[in-house]
Every structure is written in C-alpha cells, then in structure tokens.
C-alpha cells in the first residue's frame, strides 16, 4: 500500500525556503518526495510504501524548512 502526505506552509520567504528544500527533493525506491512553492506556501508532497517512514520522513522535513525559515528570514531583517 502506498501512503502520501501533502504538507503546506505559509513561509516569509517561499522561493528561498523552497529552494533549500530541493537537496530533499529524491525519488527512491519506496519513498518520493517533492518540494516547491505557490505564492507565499510551500507545498511538499510525500509518497511512501511503510507508514513508519513517511511520518518520520515529515517530521524531519518540517525541521529542515523550520529551520530554513530561520535562517533565511534572520538573513533578511
């Protein structure tokens, strides 16, 4: 069985966050994912084959664009 996820987040900066985020972007056997950005979300989408994985996986991602976000916002002000 294949589980997906679609996380979306509003972001000061999108194209930037977004843009760190594509090191994330892979196609492996048993997991996908892909990250872009709309306006000012961005939109990442995860497929995978165990339900373990694909949680674990969103987790780490929402850590990275945390911490993204952080660091792109603070080079901003």
Do not use: F, W
């Not at 997906?4 to 966050?17: H, I, K, N, W």
């Not at 994912?33 to 165990?50: A, F, H, L, R």
């Not at 780490?60 to 901003?76: F, G, P, V, Y």
Request: charged share 25%; proline share 3%; hydrophobic share 35%.
């Amino acid at each position: 069985m294949k589980y997906t996820a679609r996380l979306e987040t509003e972001s000061a900066d999108a194209p930037s966050v977004s843009k760190a985020l594509d090191v994330d972007n892979i196609r492996l056997d048993g997991l996908e994912i892909s990250s872009s950005c709309k306006g000012g979300k961005i939109i990442t989408e995860v497929g995978s084959n165990s339900l373990p994985t694909l949680i674990n996986t969103l987790d780490d991602l929402i850590s990275c664009q945390m911490a993204a976000e952080k660091l792109i916002t603070k080079d901003h002000r």
